[in-house]
């Protein structure tokens, strides 16, 4: 009876703890949505919502299309991750069979913009599936995700390589992309996703962009990330330097690179990768944290009798979280995905594992420019850019994107275009005369 209770306890100080952290001065849960109340939703499960929004997002850059996702989303019952799997899995399905159709009768811009939307619908059907880590349909699904993008970059009209980067001892898979198909030396974006993306999605919302704009870019994925985590079997690790610098060290050996014109960018949970690589790896001319993370931390806000609780009674905390959980859709994927890619088996390990990823003995050896970005309404990481910003003493800026511009959601999304203008105008004026020979 008493371990029941203090589950019990458990489970809503945890609750307690998530809604916290995500709403300052103690606002409900319900207050801290109100923001985007006026905004069309499909889902008013919130976790759906961005998720689906995510989705949207890439639309701009050719990742999606409106109505397909739409009335994939239509069909889905709010809440349940099976339902997700099962409806996203048969739009990705339907336009990879197009795409395969319209790649034999050679219609190639077809096969190419359905590759496209197909990776994204196998990217969105994957991401629910973490709870049981040894679920085929992980790789499985994920995998094709991956083999429809690879045929959409043959047809795209600038170059994209498929790169292995050597790392310790195997290698962190990339993409290269170049504006045209010159070997001439140009500034060169090294862009890295975080929490739960994957590098083909990152050539939707931050790659092409930079491509546009006549940079190189290259994306990667490391421990923790894509492939890295699902066939290498690699997770999350705090000291992101020794990932980042046999990355520069590979981008220096190619003739494209302009070693003065470095920039580093980090997405998410990058926010906090980026500028801990930054601190060590001082050929990097800018970086860019979207959203910036001082600490990643996710028991900052645990008052000390929910600490006590996590310290002292873990498999209390665990059952309290796990019931928790069901009534939680947030919660509930944050841990799966966090136990899975942080190589953890319970929900206490994860949340003291992430107390290992903070940049407090390391911020001041940042001497590069670095911008931090942060969104009005980013209820996942709330708080976290400003504080990087304020412990930061290099040169430094920080940009807030806003609810009144549609733009107020963590990382932007919803908003890629704005949100690459700005980012990229700031990344061009801080990169000018980097450039070799300036």
């Not at 992309?177 to 975080?194: A, W």
């Not at 994957?198 to 491509?211: D, H, K």
């Not at 940049?359 to 001041?364: E, G, I, T």
Request: hydrophobic share 35%; proline share 5%.
């Amino acid at each position: 009876m008493k371990g029941t209770a203090t589950a019990f306890l458990v489970g809503i100080l945890v609750l307690g703890a998530q809604l916290s952290s995500a709403s300052e001065n103690g606002d409900s849960r319900e207050k801290m949505f109100c923001s985007s109340a006026a905004v069309y939703r499909v889902f008013q499960d919130d976790e759906f919502h961005f998720q689906l929004l995510r989705q949207l997002s890439v639309t701009s850059y050719g990742g999606a299309d409106i109505n397909e996702c739409l009335i994939t989303a239509s069909r889905i019952d709010p809440g349940d991750f099976e339902s997700w799997y099962l409806e996203w899995f048969a739009a990705a399905e339907s336009v990879h069979q197009i795409a395969d159709e319209s790649l034999e009768k050679g219609h190639n811009v077809s096969a190419r913009d359905a590759y496209q939307r197909a990776s994204g619908y196998y990217r969105a059907a994957e991401f629910f599936l973490h709870g049981n880590p040894v679920d085929p349909r992980i790789l499985q699904t994920w995998g094709k995700s991956r083999e429809c993008f690879r045929k959409a970059i043959d047809l795209v009209p600038h170059p994209v390589e498929m790169v292995e980067i050597p790392y310790e001892n195997t290698t962190l898979p990339g993409y290269f992309l170049k504006p045209d198909p010159s070997d001439q030396p140009r500034k060169t974006l090294i862009l890295q996703t975080g929490f739960d993306g994957t590098a083909e999605e990152l050539y939707f919302s931050q790659g092409t962009a930079a491509v546009e704009r006549g940079y190189n870019c290259l994306i990667f994925e490391g421990p923790g990330q894509g492939g890295v985590l699902r066939e290498q079997g690699l997770h999350f690790r705090p000291d992101w330097e020794n990932v980042v610098t046999p990355v520069v060290d590979y981008v220096l050996t190619r003739n494209e690179t302009d070693p003065g014109g470095i920039a580093l960018m980090g997405i998410s949970m990058g926010g906090y990768m980026a500028p801990r690589a930054a601190a060590y790896e001082h050929r990097i001319a800018a970086c860019v944290a979207n959203g910036g993370v001082y600490e990643l931390n996710y028991t900052r806000d645990f008052s000390p009798e929910e600490m006590y609780a996590l310290i002292n009674y873990p498999d209390e905390f665990d059952a309290g979280t796990r019931e928790a959980m069901k009534n939680d859709t947030s919660l509930r994927w944050s841990i799966e995905h966090g136990m899975y890619s942080f190589g953890v088996d319970t929900p206490h390990e994860f949340l003291i594992k992430s107390q290992e990823y903070n940049l407090k003995d390391c911020v001041q050896q940042i001497s590069c420019p670095v911008l931090v970005v942060d969104s009005e309404d980013d209820w996942m990481m709330p708080g976290r850019a400003m504080q990087l910003y304020d412990a930061l003493e290099s040169p430094k800026e920080y940009m807030l994107f806003t609810i009144e511009e549609g733009a107020g959601e963590h990382c932007q999304m919803g908003a890629r275009r704005l949100s690459n203008q700005r980012i990229f105008d700031w990344l061009d004026e801080t990169l000018e005369g980097c450039q070799k020979g300036s």
